[in-house]
Each structure stands twice: as structure tokens, then as C-alpha cells.
């Protein structure tokens, strides 16, 4: 499968602008294109772009190399009047706000840690996919369970 279709499996809007490979870890840089995106505080749309900035995101693995997702996030202006924000960020659905892992990520650490030890657990992942602690496994599996 192409790189950009994995990708596209988190958020069909992606796209991939490049590709590293440092120390066994994957940086695959990703931005979605500019387009009218709502914002979230009024609904109304806006497609100019205030700026950028970016987050690095832990994903699944690909090849066996560890993922890091370097996304480019967009600011748009909002351009109501009414509205008591100026800009905002475009919504990614496949992270939480401020996480470092996306969702389905955190869904396969959930799901090798209900399985298994968590000393075992935490060897599985940290082998084949993010540097983690058994604190945040723990913490995941908590947070799944509410
Ligand atoms: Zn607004």
C-alpha cells in the first residue's frame, strides 16, 4: 500500500509532502490541502489561512520503523464578525487535543495491554512501536475503560 493511502486512513484530506528515516524512526510530514473548514467555535467557514504550526504525533508502525507524524496544522481566520474568536485550528479527528498518539494507536497499546503483562506489554510496544512507559499504559487502558 502506498504511504499516502495509510495516511489517508487517518484523514482522507492528508497529504504527504515527505519522508525521513532517522535512528529506525519514520517522520512522514503530512499537511491537509487548504480548503473551507468550519470553524468550531461559530460553524461558520473560512478558507484564509492565519498560519501554521506544528505537531508531532506517534502513529502505528509501517515496515517496522516507529512512526512520528510531523503535521503542518493550519490556522484559518474566522471571518465572522460575530464570533468571539479570530482564528481557529483546523480539527484533526484522528488525535486528541493535545495528545501525542493518535487514536488508533492508542487503541493497539489499549489492547496489548488488556492482553498481557504490562512489563510484557510495554516490551511488545516499545519493540515495534513508540517509546512508552508503563505508566501511560496503564493510564490508556484507564482511560479506555471509562
Ligand atoms: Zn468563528
Do not use: W
Not at 489517508?8 to 517522520?27: A, N, P, S
Not at 496544522?73 to 460575530?82: L, P, R, S
Not at 512489563?119 to 490508556?140: F, G, M, P, Y
Amino acid at each position: 500500500m502506498e504511504l499516502e493511502e495509510l495516511i489517508q486512513e487517518l484523514d482522507k484530506k492528508l497529504i504527504v509532502t515527505k519522508k525521513e528515516i532517522i535512528d529506525g524512526i519514520m517522520y512522514i510530514y503530512c499537511e491537509t490541502k487548504k480548503q473551507k473548514t468550519k470553524c468550531k467555535y461559530c460553524g461558520e467557514e473560512s478558507e484564509t489561512v492565519h498560519s501554521t504550526y506544528t505537531r508531532i504525533i506517534s502513529d502505528l508502525p509501517i515496515q517496522n520503523y516507529k512512526v512520528k507524524l510531523v503535521i503542518k496544522v493550519k490556522k484559518y481566520f474566522c471571518n465572522n464578525e460575530k464570533c468571539k474568536k479570530t482564528t481557529f485550528a483546523e480539527p484533526l479527528n484522528f488525535v486528541d487535543k493535545n495528545a501525542i498518539r493518535t487514536k488508533r494507536l492508542d487503541e493497539y497499546i489499549n489492547k496489548v495491554g488488556l492482553t498481557t503483562s504490562s512489563i510484557e506489554a510495554k516490551k511488545q510496544i516499545n519493540e515495534t512501536h513508540v517509546d512508552i512507559s508503563n505508566n501511560t499504559i496503564l493510564r490508556i487502558i484507564k482511560k479506555k475503560q471509562k
